[in-house]
């Protein structure tokens, strides 16, 4: 049987064409963002959001979900004025304070507050 000589760019022909197919085998596709996945949002997004939240108190349903996940435990009603503006009412006077903001007709967020910090919140109806 008679060999045949093969040249360097046959042989570098036939690696690379078995490094694509091993690599196409290996493939896979990486898992789709649901509904029930976290919400990733750049500095820009983040800051329209709280523009929009702010200027439209009639309906926020959009910016809400966006936004309330952001109010946590210890932030101070400076921190939370920065991201959802002033409260649409305020129940102040007796502790605990509570700002509540309107999202769309039964929605709204409520923000509790204990010694000048968020002591809990609440996203009713928010999805």
Known sequence: MKMMKTTPLVLA???LAGLVMASCEK???PPQADESSE???TTV???NAKAKFK???GNRSKEAPMLAPMITPGM???QVRDVLGDPDEPKLGTPPNVWYYSVFYSQFISVTFEKGKVSKTE???IE
């Open 55 to 57: 200027a439209s108190p």
């Open 13 to 15: 022909v036939m690696s």
């Open 39 to 41: 919400v990733h949002m």
């Open 76 to 78: 101070t009603e400076a």
């Open 123 to 125: 996203a009713a109806g």
């Open 27 to 29: 493939k896979t596709i």
């Open 45 to 47: 997004d983040f800051e």
